[in-house]
């Protein structure tokens, strides 16, 4: 007489096995999805801040919002304006690396990711680390020097 109540056991524990781990991965899967897309938007740092500043000037050009732009421009800045933006996309992302701040000035450290469209291999991304000058004025900060990816320039200020 053969032990069949046994044979059964043991082939049904492969399965259970089996479930499990494909249980476990239904559930990192979900987990993972749950992350991304709850993840929201970048936290709104203090405009009295250099790196609020920076925030702020950035997402309005990358907006197309050179108004808002040009008010976080110092006087300087915005009278030297080179008329032009370099030809490329804008960037699609900018991070915070470090600010530097003193009394007066500051100087505040981006990481700048931009993204082509593009290539054999499809969209290529490049990132480039550069600054913003930033100087107090009337208790203010303002944008004093901008990477060349994020000049902002009006019509009016436009040098020739």
Do not use: H
């Not at 900018?94 to 593009?118: F, N, P, Q």
């Not at 291999?121 to 303002?142: A, N, Q």
């Amino acid at each position: 007489m053969r032990d069949t109540d046994g044979m059964n056991a043991a082939a049904g524990k492969p399965y259970r096995v089996l479930l499990f781990i494909v249980s476990a991965i239904a559930l990192l899967v979900i987990v993972a999805l749950a992350v991304v897309f709850t993840r929201g938007e970048p936290e709104v740092l203090d405009e009295s801040t250099p790196a609020g500043v920076v925030q702020r000037y950035s997402t309005a050009v990358i907006d197309g919002d050179t108004a808002t732009a040009d008010s976080y421009l110092t006087e300087a800045a915005r009278s030297s304006c080179s008329g032009f933006r370099e030809s490329g996309p804008l960037p699609t992302r900018i991070v915070l690396i470090a600010t530097t701040e003193r009394d007066s000035t500051a100087l505040v450290k981006v990481s700048i990711v931009s993204s082509g469209s593009g290539g054999p291999f499809g969209p290529s991304e490049y990132e480039m680390e550069d600054r913003f000058s930033l100087v107090k004025t009337d208790g203010k900060w303002l944008v004093d020097q901008a990477p060349y990816q994020l000049l902002s320039c009006t019509g009016s200020t436009l040098k020739q």
